[in-house]
C-alpha cells in the first residue's frame, strides 16, 4: 500500500489529453514539493516534473505538472505511442522519508 | 555526461547480506545527496535510502536496522550494506543522484538485480 495514491491504469488515444492524479497528506503533498517519474518498459525511470510544475530541459512541453492542496496532477497533451509508460509521484514526508505513489500505467490505445 | 553504474547484486539466501555499490561520474559527486530506490518486479518503485552530504542518513521503517547507506567521495561511490535479507528485498536496486535544492532523484542509475531466495 504506498502512500500516495494513483490510479493504476490510465488510456488514451492519439492526440487525446490525459491527467493522472496523485493523492497524499498534508505530511507530504501538503507540505513539501512533487516530482513526477516516466519509466518506460524495461528501464530506469527518468525525471519528467520536478517541484510540482518544472519541465526539466529535453521534456516536451506536452508535459505539465500542478499541485493543489495535498493533490498534484501529471497532464500529457497531445498523447503520443511513445508516453505508453509507468508514471510515478513522489515527495519527501515530514517524518524523513520519502514516498512514492503506487503508479500508473499509462496505454496509449 | 551524468552516469551512474549500479554492481553488486546477485543470489543471497534469506538471513544473509551483500554490498552494492554504485560508481558515479560526470558530476562533482561530494556536492550531491544520493539515494537508493527499489523495484520488485512487477511493482512499483519504493525508496530504501539516502544520504546527505555531511553522511546524515534517512531509512524507511521496513529497511531501518538492516541496510546502511555510505558514501566514499574520493572515490565517486555510494554503497549500500545489506543485511538480514528477506525475500521482501528482492528487487533492482537503483542509486539515485539527488541535487539539495531539488531535494528527489533527478538522475538514476540502470539498476542491479537481488535475488534473495534459498
Known amino acids: 500500500q504506498s502512500v500516495l495514491t494513483q490510479p493504476p491504469s490510465a488510456s488514451g488515444t492519439p492526440g487525446q489529453r490525459v491527467t493522472i492524479s496523485c493523492s497524499g497528506s498534508?505530511?507530504?503533498?501538503?507540505?513539501?514539493?512533487v516530482n513526477w517519474y516516466q519509466q518506460l518498459p524495461g528501464t530506469a525511470p527518468k525525471l519528467l516534473i520536478y517541484s510540482n510544475i518544472q519541465r526539466p530541459s529535453g521534456v516536451p512541453d506536452r508535459f505539465s505538472g500542478s499541485k493543489s492542496g495535498t493533490s498534484a496532477s501529471l497532464a500529457i497533451s497531445g498523447l503520443q505511442s511513445e508516453d505508453e509508460a509507468d508514471y510515478y509521484c513522489?515527495?519527501?514526508?515530514?517524518?524523513?522519508?520519502?514516498?512514492f505513489g503506487g503508479g500508473t500505467k499509462l496505454t496509449v490505445l | 555526461e551524468v552516469q551512474l553504474v549500479e554492481s553488486g547484486g546477485g543470489l543471497v539466501q534469506p538471513g544473509g547480506s551483500l554490498r552494492l555499490s554504485c560508481a558515479a561520474s560526470g558530476f562533482t559527486f561530494s556536492s550531491y545527496d544520493m539515494h537508493w530506490v527499489r523495484q520488485a518486479t512487477g511493482k512499483g518503485l519504493e525508496w530504501v535510502s539516502a544520504i546527505g552530504t555531511v553522511g546524515d542518513t534517512y531509512y524507511p521503517g521496513s529497511v531501518k536496522g538492516r541496510f546502511t547507506i555510505s558514501r566514499e567521495n574520493a572515490k565517486n561511490s555510494l554503497y549500500l550494506q545489506m543485511n538480514s535479507l528477506r525475500a521482501g528485498d528482492t528487487a533492482v536496486y537503483y542509486c539515485a543522484r539527488v541535487p539539495r535544492w531539488l531535494q528527489l532523484p533527478d538522475y538514476w542509475g540502470q539498476g542491479t538485480l537481488v535475488t534473495v531466495s534459498s
Open positions: 513522489a515527495a519527501w514526508d515530514d517524518s524523513l522519508i520519502v514516498v
Open positions: 498534508s505530511s507530504n503533498i501538503g507540505s513539501n514539493t
